[in-house]
């Protein structure tokens, strides 16, 4: 059992260039989520899917994009790089819609932008 | 408003002694549930303790205990007998049941350090 998973760990990007952040969760979870931490803050929620073919944004989605096309895959994109998307992101899953069930964190990535 | 915070942004504390770290929250929500997490120099969310809103009795992992009190909104985390390798980011965090998304909303965190 893997858990969450993230690829890549670290990367540099130029303004104005795209990515994808891969997230992959082998747990079964219906819930997966993408939250950014800026430095010396907590998480804020980017986007977040309820089941595959459904996503929905969360507080700060501006600049991103998302698509869940199996239960286990839930990628970030980036569009048109900016500084300001300088941050760590973490992906992560949970099991059912309870507030008692925890969060399942992948190891993050790590990604500035120049 | 802020749903969660977390007053303290840095603490010590001597190892084997215990320490307090504050959480205090807000929420019209009368169900819902507060977390803590660990985040070491190494970067990954480690979850450390859970309490829901109905629990009657604190919450205990070892040597993690969550103080609750309710009529407060306060859900600080007690660390006992602290060692060197509780030196980290500490995250308090909440989930409430109507929020369809599920997730959970984060303080600023507090960051301990444990002198030997």
């Known amino acids: 059992n893997a858990g969450v998973t993230q690829t890549p760990k670290f990367r540099i990007l130029k303004i104005g260039q795209s990515m994808t952040l891969q997230c992959t969760q082998d747990m079964n979870h219906n819930y997966m989520y993408w939250y950014r931490q800026d430095p010396g803050m907590g998480l804020k929620l980017i986007y977040y899917?309820?089941?595959?073919?459904?996503?929905d944004k969360g507080e700060v989605p501006n600049g991103y994009n998302v698509s869940r096309s199996t239960t286990e895959d839930f990628p970030l994109r980036l569009e048109l790089a900016a500084p300001s998307q300088t941050s760590v992101y973490f992906c992560?899953?949970?099991?059912?819609?309870?507030?008692?069930?925890?969060?399942?964190f992948g190891p993050g990535t790590r990604l500035t932008v120049l | 408003a802020q749903k969660i915070t977390q007053t303290q942004p840095g603490m010590f504390v001597q190892e084997k002694e215990a320490v307090t770290l504050d959480c205090t929250y807000d929420t019209s929500d009368p169900s819902y549930g507060l977390f803590w997490y660990k985040q070491p120099s190494s970067g990954e969310m480690i979850f450390l303790i859970y309490?829901?809103?109905?629990?009657?009795q604190n919450a205990t992992e070892g040597r993690y205990s969550l103080n609750f009190q309710k009529a407060r909104k306060s859900a600080n985390l007690v660390i006992s007998a602290s060692q060197l390798g509780d030196s980290a980011m500490y995250f308090c965090a909440m989930r409430e049941a109507m929020d369809s998304s599920y997730k959970l909303i984060f303080g600023s965190g507090t960051r301990l350090l444990v002198r030997p």
């Open positions: 899917s309820v089941g595959a073919g459904i996503t």
């Open positions: 309490q829901g809103s109905y629990d009657q």
């Open positions: 992560a899953s949970s099991y059912e819609r309870e507030t008692y069930n925890e969060q399942f």
